[in-house]
């Protein structure tokens, strides 16, 4: 049941109109990842949704359309969604694949999400299962700082050294790759928007085939272009992660509707060519074993 002073304060917002539906689903784009994560989400609840796919239309106006159809929550697939919901602020936001989300973060009086980044510990027991000691990292320091921050105590403990580099934008990763050349015995790959695409990704599989160092990354769209071993978010988890959030939102649990999260289910997949040319072994129980 949907909490009576959730719906009185949508009627003091929206008197005029009765509720058409639960969920305003917001993508960047159609895509069949995003269907794979409605799918999660409709598996906690059958909400009743209408779905906006941004780069279908010149311009949306998503404020006249929550003003007239009333809508109790949006959910925001991808970046440009984000973007998009953070402008709407008569009804919470969750939001879900975007690489800009971070917990904590600001623009909107009532937004939540699942941010991308798999669970530190995840990616440092690859590393430790694989002789890594000294692991580069390149991404915007201060957007990640959090992340990091727990990543460092997790790799303090295991005896990794995790050397930083930081870049503010795509056009700087070329450079700090380079002062990294003969400092580390691997790459991790943050989902960050200053290195996640284009050519500043790229740069990283250069980097990994000319200086025979594995690339850790998180998804799995990267294996073809270099990545040794990939942790990939479980879209269908996500999306049922999604789905109790709205849940938490729709039946008015404050205390625990705006906690941001990590993916809770991961996948571990691997290039086995590039893991045989590194000498990393594929016996590895790790790579087995997945998660």
Known sequence: MRLGLLLAFCGLLFPSGGLAYDLLVVQSQRSPVYDEIMRGVRSVAPYSHRVIALNEYSEVDLKRIVREENPLAILALGDNALVAAKKVKQVPVVSLMALGYRAGMGGHPALTGVEVQIPP????????AIKAHRVGIIANVSRN????????KIANRNG?????RDVKSPKDVSAQLDSLAGNVDALWMLPDTSIATGEAADAFFLFSASRRIPVLSFSSNYLASGAAIIIEMDRFDLGRQGGEMVEQILEGNDSTAFVSAYPRKSHLKTNTSILRRLGIPLELSIFKNGN
Do not use: D, M, T, W
Request: aromatic letters at 10%.
């Open 121 to 128: 510990e995840r990616y440092l027991a690859v590393l430790r």
């Open 145 to 152: 700082a959090g992340y990091l921050k727990l990543a460092q």
């Open 160 to 164: 990794i050294e995790l050397i930083l």
